[in-house]
């Protein structure tokens, strides 16, 4: 975890939405890195700012969202002071992403050629039946039968997962040292999500690419990734290795993340569930953002809790963490 | 793709059956048709050639097969002011009025397009609002008030341009054609301007109401994150989607441009077939009348069958829902 | 991206700030979203003065410019701000037959207002019943009626009005017809599509259960709830019925010159507009552009308030 080797190192990047009934701190000073061929997990429920800080590393952050604050550093650059060219000059060809829904990533009215082609020769002088022929090969990589058919083919004349495959192709391209895949598998039946899972850890390894999942699905990164984030509110409360963070939960939220996952239940009981909903990040009050639904909330927590580290490399942002249990 | 089109050939000529039944009936029903077609002028004598002529003493049904027939072969009467096949006289003034039409046309493509994808892309700027505001003044002045000011100012205050006719026309294969010259061209500016007026207006709204809605789609924002320049992403990846949209509004709008030429023509003296049919109606000058509803009844199915298959290249889903079909 | 931050943008809605919310009428409501752009009260006021101006016209009009005994042609074609010899002031100056051009655009207005409202609630009444009927009953009704509206609206107004006068011939009540029409297709599609939504409801359902006669269903309980999308588009034809009128006269096809509408006067100005007389025709234009786009500002307006997606 250390800077030096890392591919992308995050520091507490703030990314605001200056919305007209006030401020929605979407992000607010999160931090990570992720290395060579590694596979970090971004876990979180809906709305919580998993996907806003994809974009932000991305530089792609619609008005009237604004990064205000913190750094991302990439194969040690800071893209937040980077010019916009540069930006674009890295976009889809060091750092790539993938979205979530397969049915509206890819133009209705362009070729899936032109598509793929476009994106290889936006980085670099090449003749286009070289384009094709990478873009043919791309398309062979992800598991797309007859390729040289289907770059002629339309988006619509492609399944759910099929589409999904060819936006990976995509992003494969230009072989990013990044690739930040928004829920990619989110929108899939389970077993095509599975073979998909399975490509990108493949790929991911062979080629030497730091990975980042935004999921809000446990299942999903406790098979992929390396490292995991658990993000809520805006904030990362708990973050270290996959199976230190997943077998011995510390941060009240992420326990009952797990809780919630019906499999974790004994048969016949009634589903642990976290209660109460997710707060709504408009004009949030300091202190930690868990304390309304958590049962160990105390008066502390108006305050603002601190990154503790209490294991080593098992960061968690909490007054009250779960060490009772398994320490 | 030939299915979709025989299928919309098919029905368009029922429309225009039915169109020519409904013309029909608003001549011999509606109307007296002597009155219609046969001069007021004309002696007892010739009214009954006439009637005879036309089948006015049959049944109704036969009536309208006679109609029919005559017109199938181009005969729509002769008009009672210059003693001319009426469908000779439209035909003739046809060109001016699809030039008018055209330039009107090409202007709003030309200066409404990007006027709307800017006010699309950033629509809290102030040229934006300004856009904005002058298209909703677009829709609400009446062209031929406009005409009339146009004249006011560049032709009578500041003498720049002419205010009527065509100019000097040249052939382009056979037809008299105003914008080669420049005496043409600048007598096609003003009427030109002013009929395309409203639909700059509207074609402002709906490529801006397209941008928005197509600027926030994931493949617009996918498009940025492969790397592309923002100008590739506006020219191809926008563009080619807003113009559904605009194609399907503009085609249609075109109809619209000739019938609205009617105006245009009678402020600025624009010679076109618009013209003639106002006279025609002031008048009561009828087989005219009937024979510029018969053409541009088939000029409005011809442009509503030329828009639907341009649609179908435009957007791939309609070729594939059509090879489902 | 976009889904996200609508979510979280959305206020819980603390209990406290609830209970401070005054109870309001949908009507309330209404009023108050209206008025709260500026440019919709501006547009607002100066259309009521519009209404006041045609509704009295005939009591505030400086002259009455079609009583051929106060006006004589030797005022004719004066400029704005001229006083003849009887010491009366022309503030927009006279026509070519010496009438006061402030006057006549204040009958002018009457008129083109009263065949634009006119035209606009006939066509309302048929297109919306026409639409209402085509929603309720389905299948081939719908597909019948739906199709004389598209075949209708594939062809421009102004054309079929046109071939309508050139049958029927000039007057009030011709050109009223022409432009009922024109627009009753316009109506009929906006109730059909609002009508065919509420058709589809639990309440139209219950109100079939209880065996309610058709026209009861219809009247009483689809109609009030398709009222919204007609107010819109009542107010936005309006607006282009004072404007075609104004042009189907201008053409000489519409009113005959004993009524004089907006467009006739606008029409009567354009001989002398050559010579640098620009009055008679500008200003009965500015009133005719005035008129227009206060409504259509309202109607815009209107449709922002009242369009369920927008609701806040």
Redesign the interface.
């Known amino acids: 975890m250390t800077s030096a080797r890392s591919t992308l190192q995050v520091e507490g990047l703030e990314t605001y939405?200056f919305?007209k009934?006030g401020v929605?701190k979407?992000v607010d000073g999160v931090s990570f890195a992720v290395g060579r061929g590694e596979v970090m997990g971004l876990v979180g429920e809906?709305?919580c700012?998993k996907?806003?800080t994809g974009?932000s590393i991305?530089g792609?952050v619609?008005p009237p969202?604004r990064i205000v604050g913190g750094q991302v550093l990439f194969n040690g650059e800071n893209l937040l002071t980077a010019s916009e060219e540069h930006m674009?000059?890295?976009?889809?060809?060091r750092i790539?992403?993938i979205?979530?829904?397969p049915m509206?990533?890819?133009?209705?009215?362009?070729r899936i050629d032109t598509q793929m082609i476009?994106?290889i020769r936006?980085?670099e002088r090449i003749d286009h039946a070289s384009a094709r022929q990478r873009a043919r090969d791309a398309l062979g990589q992800v598991g797309i039968p007859s390729p040289d058919e289907r770059l002629r083919a339309?988006p619509?004349?492609f399944s759910g997962g099929m589409r999904q495959r060819v936006?990976i192709a995509?992003a494969l391209l230009n072989k990013p040292d990044l690739i930040i895949a928004d829920e990619p598998t989110t929108a899939l039946d389970v077993t095509i999500q599975g073979q998909i899972l399975y490509e990108a850890q493949k790929l991911c390894r062979e080629l030497g690419m730091a990975l980042i999942w935004i999921t809000h699905d446990l299942a999903v990164v406790a098979g992929l990734a390396d490292k995991i984030c658990v993000m809520y509110a805006g904030k990362i409360v708990e973050q270290g290795l996959v199976d230190d963070v997943l077998d011995h939960p510390v941060h009240p939220y992420t326990v009952g993340l797990i809780g919630s996952v019906p499999s974790h239940n004994p048969r016949g009981q009634p589903l642990a569930q976290i209660p109460g909903?997710?707060?709504?990040?408009?004009n949030l009050p300091p202190g930690c953002a868990f304390r309304t639904r958590c049962s160990r909330a105390s008066g502390i927590c108006e305050q603002e809790p601190r990154l503790s580290e209490p294991r080593s490399g098992h960061k968690v942002r909490c007054f009250h963490p779960c060490l009772e249990g398994h320490a | 793709m030939s299915v979709f089109i025989i299928r919309r050939l098919l029905q368009s000529i029922v429309v225009v059956a039915v169109m020519s039944l409904l013309v029909f009936f608003a001549v011999n029903v509606v109307g007296d048709p002597v009155d219609m077609l046969i001069n007021p002028e004309a002696d007892q004598a010739e009214i009954e050639k006439t009637m005879r002529a036309f089948g006015l003493d049959r049944p109704v049904h036969e009536q309208y097969w006679f109609f029919l027939s005559n017109a199938v072969k181009g005969d729509l009467g002769k008009s009672f002011i210059f003693g001319e096949p009426a469908l000779k006289l439209i035909v003739e003034r046809m060109p001016a009025t699809l030039e008018l039409a055209f330039a009107a046309l090409l202007l709003a493509v030309v200066i409404a397009l990007p006027l709307g994808i800017y006010a699309g892309l950033k629509p809290d700027s102030k040229f934006s609002k300004t856009i904005m505001a002058g298209s909703i003044l677009g829709f609400s002045l009446p062209t031929f008030w406009v005409g009339l000011m146009m004249i006011m100012v560049f032709a009578v205050m500041l003498g720049w341009l002419p205010s009527t006719g065509r100019g000097e026309t040249t052939s382009l294969l056979g037809i008299q054609v105003s914008f080669l010259t420049w005496d043409g061209l600048r007598h096609l500016v003003l009427p030109a301007l002013n009929l395309s007026l409203f639909k700059m207006s509207l074609t402002i709204r709906v490529a801006r109401a397209a941008t928005r809605e197509v600027v926030?789609?994931?493949?617009i924002?996918?498009?940025?994150?492969?790397?592309?320049?923002s100008r590739?992403v506006i020219l191809?990846?926008l563009l080619?989607?807003i113009m559904?949209p605009v194609v399907t509004v503009l085609g249609l709008e075109l109809g619209g441009l000739i019938a609205f030429s009617v105006v245009t023509e009678t402020v600025f003296a624009w010679p076109g077939m618009g013209k003639l049919v106002i006279e025609a109606i002031q008048n009561l000058d009828r087989p005219i009348i009937v024979a510029y509803l018969m053409i541009t009844v088939l000029m409005f199915v011809t442009i509503n069958l030329l828009v639907d298959v341009l649609y179908s290249v435009?957007?791939?889903?309609v070729r594939?829902q059509d090879v489902k079909a | 991206?976009?889904?996200?931050?609508q979510?979280?943008?959305?206020?819980?809605g603390a209990p406290t700030e609830a209970a401070a919310v005054k109870v309001q009428t949908p009507f309330r409501r209404f009023l108050s979203d209206f008025f709260e752009s500026g440019t919709a009260i501006a547009a607002f006021t100066v259309l009521l003065v519009i209404i006041f101006i045609a509704v009295v016209a005939p009591l505030i009009s400086p002259t009455n410019p079609y009583d051929l005994a106060i006006v004589t042609v030797l005022d004719n074609r004066l400029p704005p701000g001229t006083r003849n010899l009887d010491g009366m002031t022309f503030w927009l100056g006279t026509d070519g037959a010496g009438r006061d051009l402030l006057s006549a655009i204040f009958y002018g207005l009457r008129t083109s207002l009263w065949v634009g409202v006119m035209s606009g609630l006939i066509a309302l009444c048929i297109g919306g019943t026409i639409g209402l009927i085509a929603a309720y009953f389905g299948g081939r009704t719908d597909t019948l009626i739906m199709r004389i509206v598209d075949l209708q609206l594939s062809f421009p107004a102004i054309l079929i009005a046109l071939v309508l006068l050139a049958v029927l011939g000039k007057g009030v009540d011709k050109i009223i017809i022409a432009l009922v029409a024109v627009q009753w297709a316009y109506y009929a599609r906006t109730v059909r599509a609002s009508a065919l939504v509420e058709r589809n409801k639990e309440y139209i359902e219950a109100a079939i259960c209880l065996a309610l006669g058709h026209r009861r269903i219809v009247f009483r309980h689809l109609l009030p709830n398709c009222l919204a999308p007609l107010i819109v588009v009542g107010t936005l034809q309006t607006a282009h019925a004072i404007s075609l009128e104004a042009t189907l006269s201008f053409l000489g096809v519409g009113l005959p010159i004993t009524e004089p509408s907006l467009g006739l006067l606008i029409a009567n100005g354009f001989e002398y507009m050559l010579s640098g007389r620009y009055w008679i025709s500008f200003f009965p234009g500015v009133a005719l552009l005035v008129t227009i786009v206060s409504i259509n500002l309202v109607g815009d307006q209107l449709r922002d308030v009242l369009n369920p997606r927008l609701q806040r």
């Open positions: 939405f919305t009934a929605v979407a809906s709305g700012g996907s806003v974009f991305m792609l619609d969202g674009r000059a890295l976009r889809g060809s790539a992403m979205f979530q829904d509206m990533t890819l133009n209705p009215v362009l476009e994106t936006a980085h339309y619509h004349q936006a995509i909903m997710t707060p709504s990040l408009l | 926030h789609q994931d493949y924002k996918f498009a940025h994150a492969k790397g592309l320049s590739r191809v990846h080619k989607n559904i435009l957007d791939p889903r594939l | 991206m976009t889904t996200s931050v979510q979280i943008s959305v206020p819980a």
